[in-house]
């Protein structure tokens, strides 16, 4: 039977679960949304990896908005914050990293390595604006899936101007955009850029966004967003595969680390919440 470790991303928004070999092969993995039950989400997380692999379990790692409820459910080895988790994956993935972004469905993270520890971080919580979430919203209000709707972003050509401190005034410009008979793809654009600017106004505030810059979470994956920090920051994004599962990574590397130091450490939990 195959020994593994399995990391578990809790978000508000969605679930990740992550299956590693003893040797750092990613064995399986899972993305489903947390539907405002993390318990839930996290044990169908679960039983979708044990469907992928059959495996003895060395250790459960838990990271996420939800890690204390679902961790201390799970028996979890290690509980750690995102801002941990997501700087290990990017270091493991991208060794010179000195900026992470993240954004994730409810929130959005800035994160500065130098010698592949965090030296400073900032988290944008306040508004949605530049979340997962409101991006969705923005697709299922013009009808586009999302992705359709960062396919759309990359055909623009004269983006609109967009307010992007607020939800309420983006969507408010984005309408009257519409309405004025600006092009779907500049509309879009536009946002994608308002975002952008607002994270880096926000979040980037005094502090230094060098490259190499990793682009992780599931927001990483709209190509849109991608051009318009390139654009803004005038440097080249790198988005690592799977960046969705960059906390669940993360998790899981540091929960191997930490086994691997500690051999005394036996896991004692379940695979599967009760």
Do not use: W
């Amino acid at each position: 039977m195959t020994q593994i470790f399995l990391g578990i991303d809790a978000g508000s928004v969605s679930t990740k679960a992550v299956a590693m070999s003893p040797a750092g092969e990613i064995l399986a993995s899972s993305y489903l949304p947390t539907g405002g039950d993390p318990l839930t989400a996290a044990n169908q997380a679960l039983a979708e990896v044990k469907q992928q692999i059959d495996g003895g379990i060395l250790g459960i790692a838990v990271t996420g908005s939800a890690r204390e409820l679902v961790g201390e459910k799970l028996s979890a080895t290690i509980i750690k914050n995102e801002i941990t988790c997501q700087a290990l994956a990017a270091a493991h993935l991208v060794p010179d990293a000195k900026t992470v972004i993240e954004i994730g469905g409810q929130d959005s993270k800035l994160i500065i390595i130098r010698d592949g520890l965090v030296c400073d971080f900032a988290m944008n919580t306040v508004c949605a604006a530049g979340t997962g979430s409101f991006l969705e919203h923005q697709a299922r209000r013009l009808g586009l899936s999302v992705e359709e709707f960062a396919a759309l972003a990359l055909e623009s050509h004269s983006p609109i101007k967009v307010t992007g401190r607020c939800t309420v005034f983006a969507e408010s410009d984005m309408i009257h955009a519409q309405q004025t008979g600006s092009k779907p793809a500049d509309i879009i654009y536009g946002l994608c850029l308002a975002l952008v600017r607002n994270f880096v106004a926000d979040a980037g505030r005094n502090r230094p966004i060098e490259p190499l810059i990793v682009f992780q979470g599931g927001v990483a994956k709209n190509a849109g967003m991608v051009k318009a920090f390139k654009e803004k920051l005038g440097v080249e994004i790198i988005v690592p595969p799977a960046p969705e599962l960059s906390g669940a990574l993360g998790a899981v590397l540091l929960l191997k680390r930490d086994l691997e130091h500690n051999k005394s450490r036996h896991f004692q939990g379940t695979v599967g919440l009760k």
